[in-house]
């Protein structure tokens, strides 16, 4: 298994399937990695290759600490898994994000342009701080994403749903009630292959 398809892996345990596979997982998401090299798929790792898949994870998906002199690991967002604290900052005001997107496939957009975004199964909906292509953009923006949604963040804001920033600068927010971003918050969307805006 290449770094990537580690990396792959390991999001997925960090994210998704720590406890189904017996793997402790703290409040804020954190898991030893010994733990992890425990198993087999990671068994032939060392520490040093995971925290150097850490250090060098193109879009910064991993927190790494030493806590009572064990080196722990845990994904910066994306989670199924309950986790009460991954030290995410509150997203006060749109001022300083005047660009909030979120990327999706073109199949779902029927669905989404009449029900709005779904956090389905995760903690929360994600959207980057910038288009494809603005450096700031580590993370938030899958490569299949050819409908851009862009967020009145602004608007949501004073609608009273709360949005926060995560490490790795992806903007999350678990929506309303019911986990949604309804479309009325949707500013505009662009269809990327054509470069059309789409109604809803």
Same mark, same amino acid.
């Given at each position: 298994?290449?770094?990537?398809? *580690?990396?792959?892996?390991?999001? *997925? /345990? ?10 402790? #997982?703290?409040?804020?998401?954190? /898991?030893? &990695? ?5 198993? %087999? ?5 060392? @520490? ?5 898949? @850490? $250090? ?7 927190? #790494? ?19 009460? $604290? ?6 006060? !005001? ?5 660009? /909030?997107?979120?990327? *999706? %496939?073109?199949?779902?957009?029927? &669905? ?17 701080? =910038?288009?494809?292509? $603005?450096? %700031? &953009? ?21 609608? =009273?749903?709360?949005?926060?920033? !995560? ?7 678990? =929506?309303?009630?019911?986990?949604? #971003? ?19």
């Amino acid at each position: 298994m290449g770094d990537r398809q *580690t990396s792959k892996r390991l999001v *997925t /345990v960090l994210r998704h399937s720590a406890k189904e596979m017996n793997i402790n #997982i703290d409040s804020n998401g954190f /898991v030893k &990695v010994s733990d992890l090299l425990s198993m %087999r798929e990671f068994g032939h790792l060392t @520490a040093s290759d995971i925290k150097h898949i @850490a $250090d060098h994870d193109e879009k910064k998906r991993y927190s #790494i600490k030493k806590q009572d002199g064990e080196l722990m690991i845990r994904a910066n967002q994306g989670h199924s898994l309950q986790v009460c $604290d991954l030290n995410l900052e509150p997203v006060l !005001s749109g001022r300083n994000y005047p660009n /909030v997107i979120h990327g *999706t %496939r073109p199949h779902l957009w029927s &669905v989404i342009s009449r029900e709005g975004l779904s956090k389905m199964r995760r903690m929360h909906i994600h959207f980057a701080i =910038g288009e494809p292509g $603005d450096p %700031r &953009v580590i993370s938030g923006m899958p490569p299949y994403s050819d409908i851009i949604i862009y967020l009145n963040l602004n608007l949501a804001l004073r609608d =009273g749903l709360k949005f926060f920033l !995560s490490e790795n600068k992806v903007i999350l927010t678990e =929506g309303d009630e019911y986990g949604f #971003i309804k479309p009325k918050y949707f500013q505009k969307v662009i269809d990327k292959r054509t470069g059309s805006l789409l109604t809803w």
